[in-house]
């Protein structure tokens, strides 16, 4: 890293700081640390996609071939956590690290130690995580929800994956920590909460809403803990707990967890679509608000996931109505892009074709939620592969779709140079076939009975499976050609002009030279 | 793609006709609506035929949800790729500056609740009714194991039966050493067996983890909580073998604990019962000595 990352910010004149490895280790940048959060989400992405392509290749055809039903159930855990915790989150970590402050005119985050130390943590929490699978009994195979009382019989896995989540926790909220008060404390003056670039809403809101949540799952992992090993009966109805009230805590912590890995993107989008379309966002105010209304429904709707666990009608009928009220405000943010693009003067560059992309796949998945908020309809489709695909098109055609498009966005600040755009766009259009390809299929299987997390399946569901299974690793190889799209970037990409997008506004493109100097916005600039 | 021949839905194809459409006119009066719904009953694109009342509200609500969907889709990217095809700057097309309209921010949020509501009213009948346990003519107690289902009648015809129904894939078929049958994972030892039109009611609980009773053409889920005890109910409209799977992950065989539902006319049934009167101790017995 620090041989492909040492040419591109060599030349400051004021960047004093050691060389080699404890440049790494020591630096309290948030340039450096952005870098470090990039490179670590991009290393977990891999990892928990080559979990991902193992519970394909078992799924190419029905039978028993490559994984062991015990080992498909700790990759579907193992891929679930390692995408979740260490490729979304620390990615969207990154980005805040990199662009919070060039965007806002601040110096670096506020509490730049504890930014390296929230960075630090994370390798620590994915060695737990993957090297669980090297102890006796295997990693973690209850899925990447735990629910007791399966995850009280598994073995010292488990309790690896419990402290990693412990750790994972303690990094987000220090991260978000210093990013709230980064946001709250150190913009331009002139930058005015209703004049910040909607990236920096967008993680504000997120920020708040992980400092609310991550406790409550350091609380409930923590539970999980103690009934293993200490005696207590929380999850246990034996001793006067309930397998239920887990699944409470854990979804009032991970619904909520959605929306920390989906409104980031919704930022990041809202950057690239008014650049390419030449055109200001349409409906800032709205969308500002829209993001916080997102928020904070996003907490009053858990029990959609255990409709099935059963439940008051009322709880139900109250759980329904407030999941589908997201609607209303995630349609207004998808509307007032429509209209941002509206008579824009757009250009197709990768981050505009990501940026569309990213909509036109994360309506789809914004349907099939609504679908999936049904009452009666979830009844049928929960725990099949129809909420795969759901999830899949939120998480991967959503997170990961505007991830990239914000990569390609500001590759040209970072490192100074020009990525190859014809690339680009065949990462793109690859992606996006072999994506749909992977799970649009999975729409019908869930549909036509195909329960989740199952190594092996009737063969009515083989065709479907066989296609899926091929998309999969299509979408998997077409990962490398970002890899190496970068890494030609880095090393070698045509030098880059101050602003390369002519219709970019934002205070990185506006007031730093290409690549952004190693310290930025020493003297803060005035915004009008 | 020749090798999908969905059980349950080949079991029900002949008896498409007569309920293929009545509900779903009476809900949407839309003949376009009715022609697709019939298309895709026993498809293996959609839901199965459903077989009770709840299902078929299911299936009808998912197909209105579809066209919905569709509406607002074609709707909200027929304008994006409108633009996106004309308003390009490679066309010479200069860029509006117009960035903001309170009034058309709350035309585009007011109509999207609109619509959630029409969703939202025969949803909440539905809920309504599948909460409905009361009254059941027989109770049916079933309880996860890892990784099986026992079964004991409680109550109605057939009082005091009691059984566990296992897979009876074999262990060669898994592994690829056998032919797969057109029920493979699917079939069980012993099924739970109903009569058809009587309302049944389904108690459950689990013995060890967390798992999930379904049966989708009988559009009935729902988990089996070690420790406290669930219900739900279904009415089968026809008789007929309805297979369904654990749906929450219990462990290694999770996989492979099928469910299987036969529903038989009321005298068939009563002849299952009568069957049942000496082999039912016997299998209690059996399980007692396990």
């Known amino acids: 890293m620090a041989a492909v990352h040492g040419d ?88 805040a690290n990199w662009q919070v402050p060039l965007m806002i005119g601040a110096p670096d985050m506020a509490f730049a ?56 926790g303690a990094s987000s909220i220090m991260g978000s920590i210093n990013i709230i008060t980064t946001i709250l404390n150190m913009r331009a003056p002139g930058m005015t909460l209703m004049k910040m670039p909607m990236f920096v809403w967008t993680w504000l809101i997120t920020a708040y809403l992980l400092v609310l949540v991550m406790p409550v799952l350091a609380g ?61 966002l349409f409906g800032y105010a709205s969308m500002v608000y829209a993001t916080a209304s997102i928020a904070i429904l996003s907490c009053v709707v858990w029990a959609h996931h255990m409709f099935t666990a059963g439940m008051p009608t009322v709880g139900q009928l109250f759980f329904m109505y407030a999941t589908m009220l997201i609607a209303v405000p995630t349609g207004v943010k998808v509307f007032n892009w429509t209209a941002t693009m509206w008579q824009g003067s757009m250009s197709f560059e990768t981050p505009m074709l990501f940026a569309i992309g990213f909509i036109f796949l994360f309506v789809i998945g914004g349907f099939s939620g609504v679908i999936c908020a049904i009452v009666p309809i979830d009844i049928q489709v929960q725990d099949t592969y129809y909420v795969i695909a759901h999830f899949h098109y939120v998480l991967v055609s959503g997170s990961l779709f505007a991830l990239f498009a914000g990569a390609y966005y500001w590759i040209p600040k970072w490192t100074g140079r020009m990525y190859n755009e014809t690339l680009g766009k065949w990462h793109f259009w690859l992606s996006m076939f072999f994506f749909n390809l992977t799970f649009f299929v999975q729409h019908f299987l869930g549909l036509a009975g195909m329960p989740r997390r199952i190594p092996d399946y009737n063969l009515q569901f083989a065709d479907f499976n066989m296609v899926s299974s091929i998309g999969a690793f299509g979408f998997g190889l077409t990962q490398l050609l970002f890899l190496y799209v970068m890494i030609s970037c880095i090393r070698s990409g045509e030098k880059a002009p101050q602003n390369p997008w002519d219709g970019a506004t934002t205070l990185e493109w506006t007031h730093l030279p290409t690549p952004a100097p190693y310290h930025s916005f020493e003297k803060p600039p005035v915004v009008k | 793609m020749t090798l999908v021949i969905p059980g349950i839905c080949k079991i029900s194809n002949h008896v498409g006709g007569n309920m293929r459409s009545k509900s779903v006119v009476t809900l949407a009066g839309v003949s376009a609506l009715a022609l697709y719904s019939s298309m895709a009953l026993g498809s293996k694109y959609n839901l199965p035929e459903p077989q009770s009342v709840i299902a078929k509200d299911i299936y009808d609500q998912h197909i209105i949800l579809m066209w919905i969907c569709l509406v607002i889709f074609i709707g909200v990217f027929g304008v994006m790729f409108y633009s996106v095809l004309k308003h390009r700057k490679s066309l010479g097309y200069k860029a509006a500056n117009f960035h903001h309209s309170t009034a058309v921010e709350i035309i585009w949020t007011v109509i999207p609740c609109l619509i959630l509501v029409v969703m939202a009213w025969p949803a909440t009948k539905t809920v309504i009714a599948m909460k409905d346990t ?85 559009g009935i889920k729902q988990d089996a909580i070690p420790g406290f005890i669930r219900d739900t109910w279904f009415k089968a409209d026809k008789p007929g073998i309805y297979r369904g799977q654990c749906a929450e992950l219990c462990g290694k065989d999770h996989g492979f604990m099928p469910i299987v539902v036969e529903v038989l006319e009321a005298a068939e049934y009563t002849k299952w019962v009568a069957a049942q009167g000496t082999s039912a101790v016997k299998t209690s017995m059996h399980v007692e000595n396990k």
């Open chain 2, 134 to 218: 009361s009254s059941p003519d027989m109770t049916i107690k079933a309880t996860g194991y890892q990784w099986m289902w026992g079964y004991d009648y409680l109550q109605g015809e057939g009082e005091g039966i009691s059984f566990f129904s296992k897979l009876s894939t074999t262990r060669a078929q898994i592994e690829n050493k056998a032919p797969k049958g057109e029920n493979y994972l699917l079939e069980v030892d012993n099924r739970v067996v109903v009569p058809v039109g009587k309302k049944v009611r389904i108690i459950l609980t689990a013995n060890d983890v967390l798992h999930a009773w379904w049966v989708p053409a009988l």
């Open chain 1, 113 to 168: 130690r504890m930014n390296n130390w929230s960075f630090w943590l994370l390798p620590v929490a994915a060695t737990l995580l993957v090297s669980s699978f090297f102890v006796p009994g295997g990693a973690a195979a209850g899925g990447w929800t735990f629910y007791p009382p399966l995850s009280t019989q598994g073995g010292l896995g488990v309790d690896l994956m419990i402290f990693a989540v412990h750790i994972l």
């Open chain 1, 220 to 280: 409930v992992v923590t539970m999980l803990l103690t009934d293993r090993h200490f005696g207590t009966s929380f999850f246990n109805a034996a001793g006067g707990g309930d397998p239920v009230m887990f699944q409470h805590i854990f979804w009032f912590f991970g619904h909520p967890e959605v929306y920390i890995m989906i409104l980031p993107s919704f930022g990041i989008v809202s950057e690239v679509i008014p650049t390419f379309s030449r055109k200001p």
């Open chain 1, 8 to 95: 591109a910010h060599g030349h400051g004149h004021d960047d004093h700081h050691p060389s080699g490895i404890m440049r790494w280790i020591t630096t309290t940048n948030h340039k450096d640390i952005g870098t470090m959060y990039l490179w670590f989400s991009f290393a977990m992405f891999l990892t928990g996609g080559t979990l991902a392509l193992g519970i394909r290749a078992e799924l190419f055809q029905p039978g028993i071939q490559i994984l062991q039903p015990e080992l498909f159930n700790q990759f579907t855990t193992l891929h679930g956590l390692i995408m979740v915790f260490g490729a979304i989150m620390p990615a969207f970590v990154g980005f």
